[in-house]
Every structure is written in C-alpha cells, then in structure tokens.
C-alpha cells in the first residue's frame, strides 16, 4: 500500500513521483551533460576551434555527467518507470526518453571506439538525439504533471488505484481482496 501524507496524497518517493532530492540529482546530471555537450559543439563543431586542454577538459566533465546520468536513469528504473508503466501514464513521451538514452549511449560509444568511417556519422547522431533530449525532458516532466493535475487523487478509503497497486494489497492484506 502507498504511503499517503495527511490529505490522502501519495508521498513523494513512494510511487510515481520522484523524491525531491532524486529528483534535483537528476536534473543536475543532465544539465550538467546537456550544457558540456553543447558547449563542446559549440566551441569546435559551429566555431572551427582547434581541440586543446580546454576540449579535453570540456569532454572529461561530459562523460562525468554522462555516468552520473546512467546511474540516474539505472536508479529511476524500479520505481519511476516500472510504476508508471503499469499505472500506464506517459509511456510514449517515457519510451522515448529511454530510447533516446540508450541510442546516446550507443553512438556516444561509437564516438570514441567506431571506426573513422562511422565515427563521423556517431557524432551528427548523438549530437542530434542529444539536442531533441533536451527538449524532450520538459516536455516529459509537463506532461506527467499535466496528467497529474487532472486525475483525481485517490481517497485512502479506495486505494486500488491502477491493476498493479489491487494485486499489491490483495497479496499484503487477504481480507481486502479486490477484483480490480
């Protein structure tokens, strides 16, 4: 059963919602690999500069953010995605998000062991499935909260809200057993 504060919403951290903490990590790590990467295209892909220190540097914080990203994805994969899959809201705007995780990790591998051939093509992909990502996430995180808002909070006297949670408690609590 989810845990409820005093007005009968679910608590931050135990269903869908993310714990505000968790929630301000991630958002740190993907600006932080959002903000290094475009800073990187910038500087060397829309001005010509010549890869220096600075380049190195700059690319040392990206793939920095870049793993502290998948351990947030990895850490939002139990709960974030797995209830909000069942409870079935935004998966297609979370689908993508995912897909797009996974496709800059891919080229992102692409870049530094492909072949000259395909590295040239892994840069323009990862660069453009970056930029949409940037995108994507607010929009992802408004309509997650738009939904939000426009379901009714479920009362405790009624807690079967999705499929998931009525298999949950009929398997905590025999006497409640609900044929949601």
């Not at 608590?11 to 932080?32: D, K, M, N, P």
């Not at 903000?35 to 295209?41: A, D, E």
């Not at 995180?141 to 499929?163: D, H, K, N, Q």
Request: hydrophobic share 45%; net charge positive.
């Amino acid at each position: 059963m989810t845990r409820r504060d005093r007005r009968g919403q679910p608590l931050q951290g135990t269903g869908v919602r993310l714990h505000r903490w968790h929630y301000y990590a991630l958002l740190i790590a993907f600006l932080g690999v959002a903000i290094s990467g475009v800073l990187w295209s910038l500087l060397y892909d829309a001005l010509g500069r010549e890869p220096g220190d600075f380049s190195r540097t700059l690319m040392q914080w990206h793939g920095a953010f870049a793993m502290l990203s998948l351990l947030a994805i990895g850490a939002m994969l139990p709960q974030h995605v797995r209830f909000a899959w069942h409870a079935a809201r935004n998966r297609w705007s979370g689908t993508t998000m995912l897909l797009a995780a996974a496709a800059l990790v891919v080229t992102g591998y692409g870049l530094y062991y492909a072949d000259e051939s395909l590295r040239d093509w892994s840069k323009w992909i990862h660069l453009g499935i970056g930029i949409g990502a940037i995108a994507a996430l607010p929009l992802h995180i408004w309509l997650g909260r738009r939904r939000a808002r426009r379901e009714p909070a479920a009362s405790p006297a009624a807690p079967c809200a999705s499929t998931h949670q009525a298999v949950r408690i009929s398997r905590a609590h025999p006497s409640t057993r609900s044929t949601v």
